[in-house]
């Protein structure tokens, strides 16, 4: 990532985590005597609210220092995540007690217990929803064509150091039982650099065992672009991955299109190749099939004829209640729907970023079965 740009994403990022503990800190901080109580709740919240950054920024100088920092500061995400709306509930309720006749109650002690309760649930909600990212779903499609293909797709695998080699290992062992003709995997594969530590030997090793008889297409996400574009290529490359950069292959029965993603304009990647350019001298009696990582340039697909669109990105808002945020943002968050004779279909993902969590929705492996 370029210098300027990463200075403008570390200051958005940290002043929204500031916003963020300083509302938190302040709705706990009533709660609490006056004095030491008080003062640890503020450098507990400074230094969970910055454990995840200094992870990553520990990466590039001690990848097996930054490990802790990053557990601890993505869990503390989710778990800030469901705190702040909780304190946004609070707020409302108490408005409620202040402007609706109600008996006289202690609302420190009932605010106390508001927030042990809540800390429970959220646990719980976090637990539950680790277990819902561990074992992958698979979203079954048919799709009429003219030709036999099954196809597995796996989008948004944000391999890091926070992701178990186990947990890619099931995700690899499920693609594979599917005895898929192609695999295709739609942007994010990676979410930091791997060529450091043996980490990535052993996620390189797993992804070479992925097993299709027309081999394992991709296309870059906005976070190979994030984790340096160049250097997250090459290590794809060298998993027996064909990446696809705004380029089309014939691979016999169909054809795969690729695109670059759309995030590497802020990359200094330009803007990308139009489609119909990426496409021509291809053989267009063939089932096309585009993969985008992010679902904005439907009717691009639409327009070039494409038979398919795969995207991901979106994570259907991997927490809940974000998806219906992602449900606003792009004409589609989640599943399949048909834009005009073009089927495009967005997986909400095999794995996750940030927190090993997922309550909007559960990771998947789609199947797409492609009948005569």
Same mark, same amino acid.
């Given at each position: 990532?370029?210098l300027r740009s990463w200075v403008l994403f570390l200051s958005v990022v940290l002043s ?65 995540? %469901?705190?702040?709306?909780?304190? +946004? ?7 409620? %007690? ?15 217990? %508001? ?17 819902? =990212? ?6 079954? =499609?048919?799709?009429? $064509?003219?030709?036999?293909l099954r196809i597995a797709v796996a989008s948004d695998l944000h391999l890091c150091a926070?992701? $178990? ?43 070479? $065992? ?77 089932? =096309? ?19 398919? +669109? ?50 909007s929705s559960r990771s998947e492996i789609v199947l797409i079965t492609l009948e005569k």
């Amino acid at each position: 990532m370029p210098l300027r740009s990463w200075v403008l994403f570390l200051s958005v990022v940290l002043s929204l985590l500031a916003l963020i503990h300083g509302f938190i800190f302040l709705h706990l901080r009533p709660l609490l005597p006056e004095g030491s109580a008080r003062a640890a709740l503020a450098a507990a919240l400074l230094f969970l609210g910055t454990a995840y950054v200094a992870g990553r920024m520990l990466e590039d100088i001690s990848p097996s220092l930054a490990v802790p920092f990053l557990h601890v500061g993505s869990w503390w995400l989710g778990f800030m995540t %469901y705190l702040f709306l909780g304190c +946004l509930l609070l707020d409302v309720l108490l408005l409620l %007690y202040l402007v609706l006749p109600h008996p006289p109650m202690d609302l420190i002690a009932w605010c106390r217990g %508001y927030f042990a309760a809540l800390g429970l649930l959220i646990a719980a909600a976090l637990v539950a929803g680790h277990l819902n =990212l561990q074992f992958p779903a698979t979203r079954n =499609l048919t799709i009429q $064509s003219t030709i036999n293909l099954r196809i597995a797709v796996a989008s948004d695998l944000h391999l890091c150091a926070l992701v $178990s080699p186990v947990r890619l290992a099931r995700i690899i062992e499920q693609i594979n039982a599917l005895q898929p003709d192609l695999v295709l995997l739609p942007g994010d594969i990676v979410d930091e650099d791997l060529t450091r530590g043996p980490r990535g030997e052993i996620f390189r090793a797993l992804l070479k $065992s992925l097993k299709a008889p027309m081999g394992v297409v991709a296309v870059t996400g906005n976070h190979e672009w994030i984790s340096g574009v160049e250097k997250s290529v090459a290590w794809e490359e060298s998993c027996g991955i064909r990446v696809l950069r705004d380029a089309a292959m014939d691979l016999g029965p169909c054809v795969v299109a690729g695109r670059e993603d759309v995030a590497g304009s802020r990359f200094g990647g330009g803007n990308g190749v139009p489609l119909k350019q990426i496409l021509a001298g291809v053989d267009r009696s063939k089932p =096309l099939i585009v993969l985008d990582h992010q679902p904005v340039r439907i009717n691009e697909a639409v327009d070039a004829g494409a038979d398919i +669109l795969l995207c991901g990105h979106t994570h259907h808002g991997q927490f809940w209640p974000f998806q219906w945020i992602t449900e606003k943002i792009f004409p589609i968050s989640h599943g399949h729907k048909l834009f005009g004779t073009t089927h495009v279909d967005v997986s909400c993902g095999a794995g996750a970023w940030g927190p090993q969590v997922r309550t909007s929705s559960r990771s998947e492996i789609v199947l797409i079965t492609l009948e005569k």
